[in-house]
């Protein structure tokens, strides 16, 4: 009875507390260090963290953190760098209620996810137009697989990667805010992430590839070599000369100019800002080597000195040393600027084959084999098609066969020209008929069809 007195009085005695205490905690019958018991509403939220972080060069978050000033603690992005948003959410640690923060398209559900920034950023899914500051950003999120992310039960890792220049805010400094909802409807507290925007924009550096001057002349041609769009890749005759063309231009927003050639060593590129390679052998240079200090040697730059734009070349030729071999090349060039900004990587790929010319090359085979009187000859050529030395190029370029839906010859495309699979006897292959050209004459060897292949890749050029 006594023991039961003790206990009640006990009891009567750390109930006051509590109310005299203002129900702060000052006895903690629980022991839990909470101020009530778990799910009496007291409970830890959700946990959400914010990031940001590189982008891999497959346009994916890249799981390292961007560098953060230890004064501010703010990121530090480099204007012009990709980057991505990296939102990491746990469940409370002291219920078991699960996150659930990807709808049924795969995309962050705005009903329980809630990410924002500050000032407009440009729809990384179109590249279009900018969303609006503060408006929730989850349907932009997709969950992420870390190797980490066993660490804590139910975690989830969430991110968004955008571009570079135009998606980045103008302002300085931009902050991100994202919270996380879990299924009991208690929201996480709101994280932050302040991100400083540093340095300026990097120039700009485009690469093509043109026709040379004629010798002794030093300005450029104007004149692009052959290039085929669908596989981005351009063509060249072997022997030829040629211009390897840059085209480097300054960031409007830093207005830094080049110092692209190198006047104490008598005025050819300068290679501390103009870095050029090829990645084979060039003659006398071997693969991966600076080719800088052969610009400016045979054509002349062109600078704009309204803009600051500058165009510089390099002719290749078995004169300069650098003949390029037979086969796909491809060749990388940066520039820096003033202010010691790089550029990105300019990257092109040329192909250079046997070089044929009508005159020299095909003209020589087609006289004797089909052009005479008689065949394809005139006065009464067969079929009305004239394949005489002067008449080829102007019966059989771009002009339709009457066989076969085709071009006679169609420009920069053996498969698609129909003297080809004449030669080759596959005109059935492609809808024509009657016999292989030369008709009741030996056929020809493989080595003279492919010389006619190639002046039609160069172009079929009247040449």
Same mark, same amino acid.
């Given at each position: ?132 500051? =503060? ?15 066993? =660490? ?25 805010? =994202? ?47 052959? /290039? ?165 190029? =102007? ?28 030669? /080759? ?39």
């Amino acid at each position: 009875m006594k023991l039961g007195l003790a206990l009640l009085a006990l009891s009567l005695l750390s109930l006051t507390a509590c109310v005299q205490g203002g129900g702060s905690g000052s006895f903690d019958l629980f022991g839990s260090g909470d101020d009530g018991p778990p799910g009496g509403g007291n409970t830890a939220p959700p946990v959400a963290h914010l990031a940001l972080e590189s982008v891999n060069t497959d346009g994916a978050p890249s799981g390292r953190s961007l560098p953060v000033d230890p004064q501010t603690g703010e990121f530090q992005l480099e204007r012009g760098q990709a980057f991505a948003i990296v939102l990491v959410a746990e469940p409370s640690p002291d219920t078991d209620a699960e996150l659930d923060l990807i709808d049924e398209t795969g995309a962050g559900d705005p009903a329980t996810l809630v990410v924002t920034i500050d000032r407009p950023v440009r729809d990384p899914r179109t590249l279009g137009e900018f969303l609006p500051a =503060g408006e929730n950003l989850a349907a932009l999120f997709r969950e992420l697989v870390r190797d980490d992310d066993a =660490g804590t039960a139910g975690a989830l890792t969430l991110g968004v990667a955008f571009g570079v220049s135009d998606q980045v805010p103008s302002e300085n400094p931009f902050r991100a805010v =994202g919270t996380v909802t879990d299924i009991e409807a208690t929201e996480s507290v709101q994280a932050e992430a302040a991100v400083q925007i540093v340095g300026s924009l990097p120039p700009s550096l485009a690469m093509s590839f043109e026709e040379a001057p004629d010798p002794g002349t030093r300005d450029f041609t104007e004149q692009p070599l052959i /290039r085929n769009d669908s596989t981005e890749q351009w063509l060249v005759g072997s022997g030829l000369r040629w211009v390897v063309a840059l085209i480097a231009t300054p960031n409007a927003e830093s207005a830094a100019g080049f110092d692209l050639i190198d006047e104490d060593h008598g005025g050819v590129g300068d290679p501390t800002t103009l870095n050029v390679t090829a990645n084979v052998d060039l003659g006398n240079v071997a693969a991966g080597e600076n080719l800088a200090a052969f610009f400016h040697v045979e054509i002349d730059p062109v600078i704009d000195d309204g803009t600051g734009e500058q165009k510089i070349g390099l002719v290749l030729d078995v004169a300069a040393g650098l003949e390029p071999p037979l086969g796909v090349l491809e060749f990388q060039a940066t520039v820096m600027d003033e202010l010691g900004r790089s550029s990105s990587a300019a990257v092109q790929v040329i192909e250079v084959i046997p070089n044929s010319t009508l005159s020299q090359d095909v003209q020589p085979m087609l006289t004797p084999s089909c052009g005479f009187s008689g065949c394809h000859g005139p006065p009464f050529p067969t079929q009305g098609l004239d394949l005489s030395d002067g008449a080829t190029h =102007g019966e059989t370029v771009g002009i339709p066969s009457l066989q076969a839906p085709l071009n006679l010859v169609e420009p920069l495309d053996p498969e698609l020209s129909y003297i080809i699979h004449k030669l /080759r006897n596959t005109q059935r292959d492609v809808g024509g008929n009657g016999r292989r050209m030369p008709d009741n004459r030996p056929a020809w060897a493989e080595a003279q069809i492919v010389l006619v292949e190639n002046w039609i890749r160069l172009g079929a050029k009247n040449d």
